[in-house]
């Protein structure tokens, strides 16, 4: 039971350049979340999902993209990477709404040059 | 509009002692209140949680918070740190279907 992992751990990327973060839970749950995490500014929800083919935005989702094709993953999409988004992103899943427990992947730290 | 806000950045105590993180949350109706702790290059992981069952909640690894509506605070204590306490620290507010997040305190545990 590997809880939530994400791929990869580390990337650096071009300004300008595309990537997609893969997020995997193996724990069945319903709602996904991607979060980035900046110092001093705490964790801030990028996009969320509540299903299988659901999407929703969270409170900083320019210049991203997710998609839940199958219950267990949920990706993120920077289509034009900018400096801006260097952080350390963070998937997080959970059995029922935001009032249930997350568990949280390891992170992705990635730089934007 | 919920939000949470912590007190502190940084708290710094000596191993034996006891550990105070201060949290104060703004919320028009009933919160449900967390707190998750973050070692080192590693993800968030669930301390405590708050749910109106009981104003006095017990989470892992010895830390407990109380809720208190006429101070609008969820502080969290530990009698005595350890060592292995060291780490970021975030209280959490749920707002529906997300969660909002405190900046942030990092705990320094000294020996």
Redesign the interface.
């Known amino acids: 039971n590997a809880g939530v992992t994400q791929t990869p751990k580390f990337r650096v990327l071009k300004t300008g350049q595309s990537m997609t973060l893969l997020c995997a839970q193996d724990m069945n749950h319903e709602y996904m979340y991607w979060y980035r995490q900046d110092p001093g500014m705490g964790l801030r929800l990028i996009h969320y999902s509540v299903g299988e083919g659901t999407t929703a935005k969270g409170e900083v989702p320019d210049g991203y993209n997710v998609s839940r094709l199958k219950k267990q993953n949920f990706l993120l999409g920077l289509e034009s990477a900018a400096p801006s988004q260097t952080s350390v992103y963070f998937c997080a899943s959970s059995g029922g709404s935001s009032y249930n427990e997350q568990f949280f992947g390891p992170g992705t730290r990635l730089t934007v040059l | 509009a919920q939000s949470v806000t912590q007190l502190d ?1 940084h708290v710094s105590v000596s191993e034996g002692t006891p550990v105070l993180l201060r949290c104060n949350y703004s919320s028009s109706y009933s919160p ?1 209140l967390f707190w998750y702790v973050q070692h080192p ?6 301390l405590l ?1 708050y ?1 109106s069952a009981a104003t006095l909640v017990k989470g892992i690894n010895g830390f407990e918070a109380e809720f208190k509506k006429s101070e609008t605070s969820f502080h969290l204590t530990k009698p005595s740190a350890h060592m292995s306490d060291a780490a970021e620290y ?1 209280c959490v507010v ?6 909002i ?4 305190t990092r705990l320094q545990v000294f020996p």
């Open positions: 950045s449900s290059n590693k993800g968030l992981q669930l949680k749910t975030f749920a707002n529906t279907d997300k969660l997040f405190g900046t942030g």
